[in-house]
Nanobody, 118 residues
Framework: QVQFVESGGGLAQPGGPLRLSCTASGFPFSSYDMSWYRQAPGEEREAVAGITTGSTTIPTDSVMGRFTISRDNAKNTVNLQMNSLKPEDAASYYC????????????WGQGTQVAVSS
């Protein structure tokens, strides 16, 4: 059974940091590309950053230079270090796993809330 435990969400001040973690189980973690997505109220879910099985990182333009994605295959964990947070970064953040050769093999975490406010 595929499970995700997402943690690290909460309230951050503008310009401040926050670190999200997602620990997965129930599938061969190291064989899956991992990503973080986010969805703000009334908005579509969007990709934030991805990391391949080979640990190549793929940030999106909106977070480049501010967010860093990393993975620890020994711990089945993917992290998202978020720096210089902006109010527009507030959203629910979701962990995603996708097999690089079988895209239909995709799993989602339950989401963790990030709020950015002074």
């Amino acid at each position: 059974q595929v499970q995700f435990v997402e943690s690290g969400g909460g309230l951050a001040q503008p310009g401040g940091p926050l670190r999200l973690s997602c620990t997965a189980s129930g599938f061969p973690f190291s064989s899956y590309d991992m990503s973080w997505y986010r969805q703000a109220p009334g908005e579509e879910r969007e990709a934030v950053a991805g990391i391949t099985t080979g640990s190549t990182t793929i940030p999106t333009d909106s977070v480049m230079g501010r967010f860093t994605i990393s993975r620890d295959n020994a711990k089945n964990t993917v992290n998202l270090q978020m720096n210089s947070l902006k109010p527009e970064d507030a959203a629910s953040y979701y962990c995603n796993a996708r097999h690089p050769l079988m895209p239909a093999e995709t799993y989602w975490g339950q989401g963790t809330q990030v709020a950015v406010s002074s």
